[in-house]
């Protein structure tokens, strides 16, 4: 073997954004934006990573590597594997993507799985896709310490769609339908994920505190929303607001689930389920800003039928569902400041070698 690829597809939560992290479900679509990495193995204990797209190089010996930053992926993913690649290990990599950064498509866990599936095949260990999805997780979340749960790396590896419990041994379900008419509205602002979901996690912990105090019976799984909205009407805290959102999202994606399941032709209830999860986070989460509303309300004013922030919110972008209007719904985006692409579902995570 002296040459390995790897192509992994960004994702969209279809729903369930904030959930994953809460051990609830979720249900994601891979897009046709893909992260290519192609590296040829030199055997001279040096690793060199051309990031095309960001015009920037690391080169590295093959030791174990210090952890910095939370943005350390690289090293992070390196570390999980350097014991298990010999001693005269050295690459040549280069990484090129089509996958907009900092957007809500999952653009740094998508990363971290193409570097793992790279260091796992390099090493020999030749892991499932279930493992890989894991080991990603572990190189991103755990090892640099942040919020995140599990959902990015799963979608991004297993592709197409997906209903994914976020919890135990992560079980899947791939959903067999096919979408079209999805636009993804760029708002052009970025958003700062990680600190966002630190706060975030903290609030939705607050409430479930409170509403444990309550009622020692509290649970995430399958607590009824009305008696938590009960309680944030008599005490307005920001947890319970943040605990409110997350239960209403719980439900959106078992509906979603049950019509992607039975029924995945119903365009208008698959939008009405994508404008109550946008209304959820607009409402309870406070996430959505002034600027990407407008850009919906022009969206759905050209056809689009249901629209959706996607990611950890305060800027990056929304999914747009526009089936048979996308070139109208795309132009007013574009017309009124936004950045708007047609995406398409796509396929896994993919390895090759020579």
Same mark, same amino acid.
Not at 18 to 32: F, K, N, S, W
Not at 146 to 167: N, T
């Given at each position: 073997?002296?040459?390995?690829?790897?192509?992994?597809?960004?994702?969209?939560?279809?729903?369930?954004?904030?959930?994953?992290?809460?051990?609830?479900?979720?249900?994601?679509?891979?897009?046709?934006?893909?992260?290519?990495?192609?590296?040829?193995? &030199?055997?001279?204990? &040096?690793?060199?990573?051309?990031?095309?797209?960001?015009?920037?190089?690391?080169?590295?010996?093959?030791?174990?590597?210090?952890?910095?930053?939370?943005?350390?992926?690289?090293?992070?993913?390196?570390?999980?594997?350097?014991?298990?690649?010999?001693?005269?290990?050295?690459?040549?990599?280069?990484?090129?993507?089509?996958?907009?950064?900092?957007?809500?498509?999952?653009?740094?866990?998508?990363?971290?799985?193409?570097?793992?599936?790279?260091?796992?095949?390099?090493?020999?260990?030749?892991?499932?896709?279930?493992?890989?999805?894991?080991?990603?997780?572990?190189?991103?979340?755990?090892?640099?310490?942040?919020?995140?749960?599990?959902?990015?790396?799963?979608?991004?590896?297993?592709?197409?769609?997906?209903?994914?419990?976020?919890?135990?041994?992560?079980?899947?379900?791939?959903?067999?339908?096919?979408?079209?008419?999805?636009?993804?509205?760029?708002?052009?602002?970025?958003?700062?994920?990680?600190?966002?979901?630190?706060?975030?996690?903290?609030?939705?912990?607050?409430?479930?505190?409170?509403?444990?105090?309550?009622?020692?019976?509290?649970?995430?799984?399958?607590?009824?929303?009305?008696?938590?909205?009960?309680?944030?009407?008599?005490?307005?805290?920001?947890?319970?607001?943040?605990?409110?959102?997350?239960?209403?999202?719980?439900?959106?994606?078992?509906?979603?689930?049950?019509?992607?399941?039975?029924?995945?032709?119903?365009?208008?209830?698959?939008?009405?389920?994508?404008?109550?999860?946008?209304?959820?986070?607009?409402?309870?989460?406070?996430?959505?800003?002034?600027?990407?509303?407008?850009?919906?309300?022009?969206?759905?004013?050209?056809?689009?039928?249901?629209?959706?922030?996607?990611?950890?919110?305060?800027?990056?972008?929304?999914?747009?569902?526009?089936?048979?209007?996308?070139?109208?719904?795309?132009?007013?985006?574009?017309?009124?400041?936004?950045?708007?692409?047609?995406?398409?579902?796509?396929?896994?995570?993919?390895?090759?070698?020579?």
């Amino acid at each position: 073997m002296k040459e390995i690829y790897i192509s992994i597809p960004g994702r969209v939560c279809l729903f369930g954004e904030d959930v994953d992290y809460m051990g609830l479900e979720v249900i994601t679509l891979a897009i046709d934006n893909r992260i290519n990495v192609s590296g040829k193995i &030199t055997n001279d204990n &040096t690793i060199r990573i051309n990031l095309t797209d960001l015009e920037k190089e690391i080169e590295f010996e093959n030791k174990n590597q210090s952890i910095k930053s939370k943005k350390d992926y690289v090293f992070s993913a390196f570390n999980m594997y350097q014991k298990c690649l010999p001693k005269s290990f050295g690459a040549k990599i280069e990484v090129k993507s089509s996958l907009s950064m900092g957007k809500g498509l999952s653009s740094s866990s998508a990363f971290c799985a193409a570097l793992v599936a790279f260091f796992d095949k390099a090493a020999g260990v030749n892991s499932s896709d279930k493992e890989l999805a894991k080991q990603a997780y572990f190189a991103e979340v755990i090892n640099l310490d942040q919020a995140g749960g599990m959902m990015d790396h799963f979608a991004s590896v297993l592709g197409d769609i997906i209903y994914l419990e976020c919890r135990g041994q992560y079980n899947f379900e791939r959903l067999n339908v096919k979408l079209d008419g999805l636009i993804i509205g760029d708002t052009l602002k970025q958003k700062e994920t990680i600190q966002t979901l630190m706060v975030r996690k903290k609030e939705i912990n607050e409430g479930i505190n409170w509403m444990k105090k309550i009622d020692q019976n509290f649970n995430l799984l399958n607590y009824p929303i009305g008696i938590v909205k009960e309680e944030y009407q008599e005490k307005e805290s920001v947890g319970l607001r943040r605990l409110l959102g997350i239960i209403g999202i719980r439900d959106v994606v078992r509906a979603g689930y049950d019509l992607l399941k039975n029924n995945g032709g119903n365009k208008n209830r698959f939008a009405e389920l994508l404008n109550q999860h946008h209304h959820i986070q607009q409402e309870y989460l406070e996430n959505v800003t002034t600027r990407m509303q407008e850009l919906i309300l022009y969206a759905n004013d050209a056809g689009a039928l249901g629209c959706k922030l996607m990611g950890s919110g305060n800027g990056g972008s929304f999914l747009a569902y526009a089936p048979n209007s996308e070139e109208e719904v795309m132009k007013i985006i574009n017309e009124h400041g936004g950045a708007a692409y047609l995406v398409q579902q796509d396929r896994g995570l993919e390895i090759s070698t020579k």
